[in-house]
Structures are given as C-alpha cells and as structure tokens.
C-alpha cells in the first residue's frame, strides 16, 4: 500500500533551487580565458543548476513538473544566480564556497528525490536510482552546456557515490520504518559528509588503467609494423 503523496515542502524545494543557483553561477564566474562567460551566460547556468535535477527527477517519476508549477522557482534560481554572480566578486577563494554548496545541493536533491519516489511506491533501490539522478542532473547538464567533461564520468572526489551513498541512506532508513523526513535529514547529511570528506582528502575512485592499457596494446598489435626499406609486418 503506497503511502500518501509525498509533498516537498515549497520552503525545502526553493531552498535547494536557490543554493543549486548561487552554486551553479559561482561555478561559471570562476572560468576565465576562453571559457569565460558573459551576464547571461552566467545567468543562465545558475537557472540550470538550480532546476535541473528537479526536472529530471519528475521525468523519471513521470508526474507533472513541479518546478515549472509555481513562479517562485524560476524567480528564485534567477535570483539566486544573480547573488551567485554577485559573490563571485567578493569572495578570492570561491573553491571552498563552491565545494560546500555543491555538497548540500547533490544532498538536498537527492535526499527530495528519493523520498518522493518512496512516496509514489518505487522500491527502495529504484527510488534511490531516482534520487542519484536528480542529485547529480543540475551538474551533468551544466557541464554539458559549458562544454567540459561532466563530473561524474571523470576522477573525481566521489561526487557521485557521495550522492548514492546518501540516497540508499534514505531508502533504507525508510524500509526500516522511519519517517521520510527524518530519512532525508539523515540522507543530506550521509552525502554532504561524504562529499566534503572526499575533497578533503582527495579520495576519488580509481581510474581504469589497466583496462585501457589492454585495449591499446590490442589495438596496437593490429597495426602494421613499418621498416625503413618499405615492407611492413603485421
């Protein structure tokens, strides 16, 4: 038997809308050089931060777009990035101030997006699923747009597993019959813990050396061996 529709509450749901925006515009002003952004530019990936794992996470859920149900979302993820943009000017060290938002945002979105899926009767691993995807959807589009490697599919600080370690928190909170708030109160913190420890630390997940050594060295073996008087072997 499902459980009563979860509702975010709007206070919660602006909240990570707003930080997601600040982040997301902290996060353009920083680049320089040819990457550099204008106003707009600027503007426009704070918006995209702000709402993006939103609506990625109603699309999986395939319920209406909350976030395009109210003003106050577009008014507040503008807004925020225009303070994002703002701040850029007045702070000399943005890392710090960028990693910590990033950290509370993947924490927010994920912690909202699996106890929404809880809510509407997913099971606890899909419903996790659902929330990594809003957690980590604002940074792989704003990554997307500016042209750069997205974040969860490089060496990284376990941006990613930071996110999934958080929403497995809430799903198996929950199926051990706590309340979905207190679930995501517990989930935010897993995944902003996670996340800061990491970049503290510089732990990230290794790389797949070995695995693209192997394919080079087959790839190589194929090509034919050219000697200075013309023949080649394979």
């Known amino acids: 038997m499902n459980e009563p529709l979860f509702v975010i509450p709007l206070w919660a749901d602006l ?3 707003g930080l997601g925006g600040v982040q997301g515009a902290l996060f353009a002003s920083g680049f320089q050089g040819q990457r550099r952004l204008d106003l707009l530019g600027v503007a426009i990936i704070g918006v995209v931060m702000g709402m993006g794992g939103g609506i990625i996470r109603d699309l999986l859920l395939d319920v209406p777009l909350v976030t395009l149900q109210s003003n106050w979302y577009l008014l507040t993820a503008t807004g925020a990035a225009l303070i994002g943009m703002l701040l850029a000017n007045l702070f000399q060290r943005l890392n ?4 910590g938002l990033d950290a509370v945002v993947i924490g927010l979105f994920g912690a909202f997006g699996t106890s929404k899926a809880l809510a509407l009767g997913l099971p606890p691993v899909p419903a996790a699923f659902i929330g990594v995807c809003s957690a980590v959807g604002g940074g792989i589009l704003r990554d997307m747009i500016m042209g750069l490697p997205v974040a969860i599919m490089h060496v990284g600080s376990l941006y990613a597993v ?7 928190v809430v799903a198996g909170a929950h199926a051990l019959g706590a309340p979905l708030v207190a679930a995501a109160v517990a989930g935010i913190i897993v995944t902003a813990v996670i996340r800061l420890l990491a970049v503290i630390f510089d732990v990230s997940l290794p790389e797949q050396r070995m695995l693209y050594r192997r394919k080079v060295a087959v790839e190589t073996s194929a090509v034919p061996i050219v000697r200075s008087g013309g023949d080649s072997e394979s």
């Open 162 to 168: 930071a996110a999934a370690a958080g929403c497995l």
């Open 96 to 99: 710090r101030l960028i990693v």
């Open 15 to 17: 909240l990570a809308v």
